[in-house]
C-alpha cells in the first residue's frame, strides 16, 4: 500500500502532464456535484412554488363555496353553537349521570378511621395466658408468636382495633390479639405441621405483610378458643360481620375456616 502511494507522489512530482489530468479530473468532478446540487435545490423550489400555489388554489376554493352558500354555512354553525350556548346562560349546574351524591349511609366508625381517629391496642394479656392446654391444642405454637401491634401495618391495624372496640361496645365481647406478624421461617414451620394447621407457605400468607391477624376472645381472664362454645361462636359471627363491614377479609367464610383470622388484602403487595 504505502509502495503504491509513493509511486503515485512520484509519478505526480516528476511528471507536470500527470498533475494537469488530476487537477482537471478533479475539476470536472466537481462541476458535476454542483449541476448535481443545483437541480437538487431547483426541484425543491418548483416543489415548494407548487405547494404554496395549490394551496392558495385551495383557500379561494373554499372562499367561493362560503360566498355561494353563506346561507346554508350561518345556519349549521347557528345549529352547533346555539344549543351548548342556551345551555349554559340558563344557569344550571351540569352534572353527569350516575355520579350525585351518594345516599348510603357512611359507617361510623370507618369514616372515624378516615379522619385520622387513632386508636391504641388493648392492655396485653399475660404470657401465660398463651400456654394453657385448650390454646395449645387450638393453636399451635401459639406462645412464641408475635403480638407486636407495631409490626402490623397501620392501616390494618386500626382496622382490627376498631373491630375491637365494636365488639367490646356493641357486643361485650373483649378481643385479644393471638399473632400478627409472622416471619417467612415461621410460617414454614407452620405448613410443616400439616393442612390442619396451615396450607400457605412463605410469603403465601398475609402475616408476612402484616396485614393479616388471629384473634380470639377473652372470658374471665382466660382465653377462649373453642368453637364448641356457643358463646365464643356467637362471638365469631359477629366478629365476622364487623371485620367485612370493616373492609376486613373473614377466615370465617372459607373452606378450612378460620373464625379468629382477619386479613386485609392490598393489590399489587402479594405476588400470586
Keep these: 500500500m504505502y509502495f503504491l502511494l509513493a509511486c503515485l507522489l512520484s509519478w505526480l512530482v516528476l511528471f507536470p502532464a500527470g498533475r ?43 372562499g367561493a363555496f362560503l360566498r355561494r352558500h353563506y346561507l346554508l354555512c350561518g345556519a349549521g354553525l347557528a345549529l352547533v353553537c346555539v344549543p351548548p350556548l342556551v345551555a349554559l346562560l340558563a344557569g344550571t349546574k351540569p352534572s353527569l349521570g350516575g355520579f350525585e351524591a351518594s345516599t348510603r349511609e357512611v359507617n361510623p366508625q370507618v369514616a372515624g378511621l378516615l379522619e385520622g381517629e387513632q386508636l391504641v391496642p388493648p392492655p396485653a394479656l399475660p404470657p401465660l395466658a398463651f400456654t394453657t392446654a385448650e390454646v395449645q391444642r387450638a393453636r399451635p405454637m401459639i406462645a412464641s408468636a408475635s403480638r407486636d401491634w407495631a409490626m402490623l401495618d397501620k392501616a390494618y391495624a386500626q382496622r ?30 407452620l405448613a410443616a405441621l400439616g393442612s390442619g394447621v396451615t396450607n400457605a407457605a412463605a410469603f403465601q400468607s398475609w402475616h408476612q405483610y402484616g396485614l393479616a391477624a388471629d384473634c380470639a376472645f377473652v372470658r374471665d381472664g382466660k ?48 405476588k400470586r
Design 20 to 62: 494537469e489530468l488530476l487537477v482537471s479530473t478533479l475539476e470536472r468532478a466537481g462541476m458535476r456535484w454542483r449541476r448535481r446540487l443545483a437541480a437538487i435545490a431547483q426541484r425543491q423550489e418548483n416543489g415548494a412554488l407548487e405547494l404554496r400555489r395549490s394551496g392558495r388554489a385551495q383557500l379561494a376554493e373554499w
Design 223 to 270: 382465653l377462649v378458643l373453642s368453637e364448641q362454645d356457643p358463646w365464643a361462636m356467637r362471638g365469631y359471627e359477629l366478629y365476622g360481620q364487623v371485620a367485612e363491614s370493616l373492609g376486613m377479609t373473614w377466615g370465617g367464610r372459607w373452606k378450612m375456616r378460620d373464625f379468629g383470622h382477619t386479613e386485609l388484602r392490598v393489590a399489587g403487595v402479594m
Design 160 to 189: 382490627l382495633l376498631m373491630a375491637f372496640r365494636i365488639m367490646k361496645e356493641r357486643h361485650g365481647y373483649d378481643m385479644a390479639l393471638l399473632e400478627g406478624y409472622r416471619s417467612p421461617e415461621r410460617q414454614n414451620t
